[in-house]
């Protein structure tokens, strides 16, 4: 019954911040899922998640991308955001946002956005 829709720009220059939201309808971020994750899948590649977060307020990032990742919540919008900064070509992925009970997400679990095309122009 939750669904979840990815937004945002779907170009974006190098060393820009990319930044994406996700709304939640049909259901509340702070109860349907423990966990909100966004999860990335370059050309040619598998998924990556890039880091979530809890019901807490408690944040998680993938160590490769802690560094310049950001996420957050607005309760009262029912949205969560990804902020990406000093983006480069290889950051050129469809981006997903994903409700789950974990932060090791796995295709078919949870419920999943449709993804949306983010390229970083060169």
């Known amino acids: 019954q939750v669904q979840l829709q990815e937004s945002g720009p779907g170009l974006v220059k190098p060393s820009q911040t990319l930044s994406l939201t996700c709304t939640v309808s049909?259901?509340?971020?702070?109860?349907?899922?423990?966990?909100w994750n966004w999860i990335r899948q370059p050309p040619g590649k598998g998924l990556e998640w890039m880091g979530a977060i809890a019901n807490s307020g408690s944040t998680y990032y993938s160590p490769s991308l802690k560094s310049r990742t950001s996420i957050s919540a607005d309760t009262s919008k029912n949205q969560f955001t990804l902020q990406l900064s000093s983006v480069t070509p290889e950051d050129t992925a469809v981006y997903y946002c994903?409700?789950?009970?974990?932060?090791?997400?796995?295709?078919?679990?949870?419920?999943w956005g449709q993804g949306t095309q983010v390229t970083v122009s060169s």
């Open positions: 049909g259901g509340s971020i702070t109860t349907n899922y423990d966990y």
């Open positions: 994903v409700g789950a009970n974990t932060i090791v997400i796995q295709e078919g679990v949870g419920s």
